[in-house]
Every structure is written in C-alpha cells, then in structure tokens.
C-alpha cells in the first residue's frame, strides 16, 4: 500500500487516498475506478505523488485508454490479492478470477505511473 496525493480539481490542494501500484513487464500502474473523486483529480492534474513511510516520489500520470487497460486488470489479482476483495465488494468484478477483472475495463481507470 502507498498514499497517492493528487491535486483537487477545484481547490489545487492535495488529496490523498491508499492505493496499491502494481508491476507489470516493469511498467507500474495503479488502478481506480471511473468515477471515484481521487481519478478525476488524476485526469486533470496528470501528476500526483507517491509515498511510502518517509519517502516521496512525485510522478507523472498517463491514463490507458480503454482497450489496454484489460492486460492490466488481468494482472491485478496476481499482484495485488489483498486489493481483490475490495474491488468485488465494490461490485467492479464479480469473481476474484483474472478475466472478471478483465472485463471490468469499462468500470476501471488505469494509470501509467512515469517517475
């Protein structure tokens, strides 16, 4: 789990939110979902900072469209099981399985994280 800060659309203060950024072909990503507050933040500002403990890492955000976001959300089980619970209570995937969240593309933004 990581903090992710990201500027309000509306004030520019940061808002902050846990997020699990996850690997995949040595690319990070992080995954949220189409109309959560802390996503349209992302979209309009295209940064946001990561933290970790006491360490801070100021990053540029590129959101996948649509059609590549299913690779990502295929990885998502395998990378992040402790985040799978939470996206099928949310109603995002109704399985825990890989092509569920395949398949939730449309319900999902998926962001490039670039350091």
């Not at 955000?61 to 649509?66: A, R, S, T």
Request: glycine share 8%.
């Amino acid at each position: 789990m990581r903090l992710f800060s990201v500027p309000g659309r509306r004030s520019g203060e940061l808002r902050t939110t846990p997020v699990s950024p996850l690997t995949m072909s040595g690319l990070r990503y992080v995954v949220g979902l189409q109309d959560a507050d802390w996503v349209k933040n992302a979209r309009t500002a295209g940064w946001g900072i990561l933290t970790c403990g006491r360490n801070e890492e100021r990053v540029v955000l590129v959101e996948l469209p649509p059609e590549e976001c299913a690779p990502v959300l295929r990885a998502f089980p395998r990378e992040v099981p402790h985040g799978v619970e939470f996206l099928v209570r949310l109603g995002i995937a109704d399985s825990p399985d890989s092509e569920a969240f395949a398949a939730a593309a449309p319900r999902c933004a998926v962001f490039r994280i670039e350091g």
